[in-house]
């Protein structure tokens, strides 16, 4: 009993095999198929069956055979949504560009420029890596938006690009605060005030002014006696522009903490000086 029932399933497994074989003979057998149309309609079903594996087997050789033909403009915009629904989005963005700019005149060709700067948005990456493809999205769904003032994709694109610059946003935000988490007050110090001129309406402003206070109470504190005073006086300015655009802010105790501190430097940093018989500007002008 045992024995014929591995037998049976030997059986079985036989069966599904020679099944399988016979699918995919057929399947080979249409790809080396000269008929383009059987084949073209093959594709499509495998493409409405989700099998967009196979279908893309078949579409990669039929663009090259309907080329120039009538019916190439629905088998291209086909093969880019198979590439899209691989989620090869690489080559999804090309050939729905391509589409865009072979066929204008489609009423598919607001869809695929579209698409195409949608598949940029897709490759845009975590605010931490290199954000080239969030640069080009952004100009590409401006592009679709110049080009389409009407379109109802707009507010769409329009939310996608708002997305993308708070990306931007974040990424520079979170940099300068690399600088002073690593010590060097200087950069951080630059690099607060140039993201606060890249992004003027950014959400991070009340904390990144904060942080300059902080980044230059801190590199006024490391530098040489000689340039404290002076960087200290920088520090005490930012807390003055701070404090009055944010006077309820929720680091204005913090931010008066460093101002303080700051005058407290600028009168060690004096008496440090005078100890060595350091003379500063005022003082020699006073003498003269």
């Known amino acids: 009993m045992?024995?014929?029932?591995?037998?049976?399933?030997?059986?079985?497994?036989?069966?599904?095999?020679?099944?399988?074989?016979?699918?995919?003979s057929r399947f080979e057998k249409l790809r080396a198929s000269t008929d383009v149309a059987k084949k073209y309609q093959e594709a499509i079903r495998l493409y409405n069956k989700k099998d967009y594996s196979k279908a893309l087997v078949l579409f990669d050789d039929l663009v090259q055979r309907y080329r120039g033909r009538a019916e190439?403009?629905?088998?291209?915009?086909?093969?880019a949504y198979t590439n899209y629904k691989l989620k090869d989005y690489l080559s999804a963005r090309y050939h729905f560009k391509t589409f865009a700019d072979t066929y204008p005149s489609s009423p598919k060709a607001e869809e695929c420029r579209f698409l195409a700067a949608y598949c940029y948005y897709l490759e845009s990456p975590n605010y931490s890596l290199d954000q080239d493809n969030t640069y080009k999205a952004i100009e590409a769904l401006q592009l679709f938006i110049n080009l389409y003032p009407k379109s109802e994709r707009v507010a769409e694109a329009s939310k996608l690009i708002a997305d993308l610059r708070d990306k931007l946003e974040r990424k520079s935000f979170e940099n300068a605060k690399l600088f002073l988490d690593i010590g060097d007050y200087q950069a951080a110090v630059i690099a607060f005030r140039n993201s606060a001129k890249d992004?003027?309406?950014?959400?991070?402003?009340?904390?990144?002014?904060?942080?300059?206070?902080?980044a230059q109470y801190l590199y006024a504190k490391n530098s040489l006696e000689t340039k404290q005073e002076d960087r200290y006086n920088e520090a005490i300015d930012e807390y003055e522009r701070f404090i009055e655009r944010y006077p309820k802010s929720a680091f204005a105790k913090e931010a008066l903490d460093l101002k303080e501190a700051s005058l407290k430097g600028i009168e060690q940093t004096k008496a440090t000086l005078a100890a060595y018989g350091y003379k500063n500007k005022e003082t020699e002008e006073d003498e003269q």
Request: glycine share 4%; hydrophobic share 45%.
């Open 2 to 24: 045992f024995k014929n029932g591995r037998l049976a399933l030997l059986a079985s497994f036989l069966l599904i095999a020679i099944v399988f074989t016979g699918c995919k």
């Open 72 to 79: 190439s403009e629905d088998l291209y915009y086909y093969y």
């Open 199 to 214: 992004f003027p309406d950014t959400k991070y402003a009340e904390e990144m002014e904060y942080l300059t206070i902080k």
